[in-house]
């Protein structure tokens, strides 16, 4: 089965810009795989922040956008706050009905 | 205003069958396009997508899963089941459903989930 990968881990400087990724352990993440993400905080429920590679949801600030780089999707989030310190999880479609949730990546803003 | 809320046991026995409920409101799951899916996330782990039932009453399952899961729906009663059989221990997470966007097939709403425990 095919594994979707996030780096475990990324840390930023408050005011900096970090770009997430997300990965098939086999093959190219493209358009067609409907990347989305989605970010949560401890104890809190997921929120969406991208669908469709790089639709931002509604409300979502425009410091954060999604993109395909080389063969992965990406989520950037430009002038990092202290408040985007969160897990975010990536989502890929895989066809005939299934989703699939990457492993999360622990941002932390310091 | 579209809401869900997933309602059910907090705790079970091993080897016991989980069923949850979502109750959902703003959207009806006749609409074409409509989907809705159940998700898990184990404490401190990562999200895990279950299955997901759509407008027309088509259902998918996790792969991993699939012989163990059952999603159903009752349009009159806004309202989707799953159920889950022979629960153990490492099933113990936060079960939420969410509906999916038409053409994104993201999870748009999310429900505010519900802990359910798998403990003797």
Partial sequence: QTVVTQEASFSVSPG???????????GSVSTSHYPS??????????????????????????RFSGSI?????????????ADDE????CVLYMGRGISVFGGGTKLTVL | QVTLK????ALLNPTQT???????????????GVRVSWIRQPPG????????????DVKFYSTSLKTRLTISKDTSKNQLVLTMTN??????????????????????????????????
């Fill in chain 2, 6 to 9: 997933e309602s059910g046991p």
């Fill in chain 2, 45 to 56: 782990k990562a999200l895990e997508w279950l299955g997901r039932i759509d407008w027309d």
């Fill in chain 1, 16 to 26: 900096g810009t970090v770009t997430l990724t997300c990965g098939l352990s086999s």
């Fill in chain 1, 86 to 89: 969160s897990d975010y999880y």
């Fill in chain 2, 87 to 120: 629960m153990d221990p490492v099933d113990t997470a936060t079960y939420y459903c969410a509906r999916m966007g038409s053409a994104s097939l993201a999870f748009d709403i999310w429900g505010q989930g519900t802990m359910v425990t798998v403990s003797s």
């Fill in chain 1, 69 to 81: 780089l080389g063969n992965k999707a990406a989520l950037t989030i430009t002038g990092a706050q």
């Fill in chain 2, 18 to 32: 989980l069923t949850l409920t979502c109750s959902f409101s703003g959207f009806s799951l006749t609409t074409s």
């Fill in chain 1, 37 to 62: 993400w989605y970010q949560q905080t401890p104890g809190q429920t997921p929120r969406t922040l991208i669908h469709s590679t790089n639709t931002r949801s509604s409300g979502v600030p425009d």
